[in-house]
């Protein structure tokens, strides 16, 4: 079972419905995609005040939590008005350090705050434990956003931008999946691995030409999901598949692309997909897709 909580500020800038319109609608997805604990803050008190607001919300979270999910304004080392100073960093990170599972993820839907030797990190060295922290690294949607880096006190760099994971041929997939699936809400769960699955899945939706001769219309009827465990995070993506004829087949992203057709026929496309020109194994010749499709829905 994944135990998650969504804290999010309760209260608009003046003259901004910033809370109504992003935040709290993030967090509240958050709430109903994993049964998650959900939590307002009154972030619109002075400092200390709203800090303090901040810190009792989260000492009165349930415990072992596999993800923390924070949504409000940020700065490289702050998070709007409450979280000025490292000193409240490290209260932020000492009262969060015993909620968290080991090896659990904390993300900050917030500008900023996943900058280089910013919050996220300053953060993880208070808390320690194995944690993964995301955030984002630039102004723009709380949640949208594809400037995502990861923290992290294991093997390999420290600190290092999603985008830099995944390469540049996928860069442009990832923002359309944060922009059309609930990815967004997910990924700070996932392996690398299962999220460039679904970023390959994005890339292959459309019409294409096949060698000799052949037409393929492929479609990837996803959807905002709930999720209990992490199996049901990390699903290989599935679709159907048409050609000129008519005939539908299905096909899975896993490590290749695999067509099924009705009668036992089947296909292996090479990852990553290469909409300009795509390699099917044991075929000569390249396919290309024409039109890119449609799928999932705006998240925002």
Not at 93 to 110: C, E, H, N, R, T
Request: contains cysteine; proline residues 5%; hydrophobic residues 35%.
């Amino acid at each position: 079972m994944i135990n998650a909580w969504a804290i999010t500020t309760a209260d608009n800038k003046e003259g901004e419905s910033d809370c109504d319109v992003v935040f709290k609608p993030g967090a509240q997805r958050i709430r109903k995609a994993y049964n998650a604990g959900y939590s307002e803050f009154h972030n619109a008190l002075p400092n200390p005040r709203n800090r303090d607001d901040l810190i009792t919300k989260i000492n009165e979270m349930s415990g072992s939590l596999d993800l923390f999910a924070y949504f409000g304004h940020g700065f490289k080392d702050q998070l709007g008005t409450t979280i000025l100073t490292h000193q409240d960093i490290e209260k932020l990170g000492d009262a969060l350090k015993p909620k968290l599972k080991q090896g659990a993820s904390v993300i900050f839907y917030s500008c900023m705050a996943g900058s280089s030797s910013g919050l996220t990190s300053l953060l993880l060295d208070r808390i320690g434990n194995d944690v993964w922290i995301y955030g984002h690294t630039t102004y723009a949607h709380s949640f949208k956003n594809p400037a995502v880096s990861e923290t992290h006190n294991g093997d390999g760099p420290r600190w290092k931008m999603l985008t830099d994971v995944f390469g540049t041929d996928l860069q442009s997939a990832w923002a359309e999946a944060l922009e059309m699936t609930d990815l967004w809400l997910r990924f700070p769960l996932m392996q690398h691995a299962d999220i460039i699955k679904e970023l390959n899945a994005g890339r292959i939706v459309g019409t294409w030409t096949v060698p000799p001769s052949g037409k393929y219309t492929f479609e990837w009827p996803v959807v905002d999901g709930t999720y209990t465990d992490a199996a049901s995070i990390c699903v290989n993506p599935t679709g159907t598949v048409k050609d000129a004829t008519g005939r539908t087949g299905t096909w899975e992203m896993d490590d290749d692309l695999t067509i099924s057709w009705p009668g036992g026929g089947s296909e292996t496309w090479a990852r990553p997909i290469n909409p300009k020109g795509q390699t099917i194994k044991g075929m000569p010749g390249m396919a290309m897709r024409t039109a890119s499709g449609k799928y999932g829905r705006l998240q925002g």
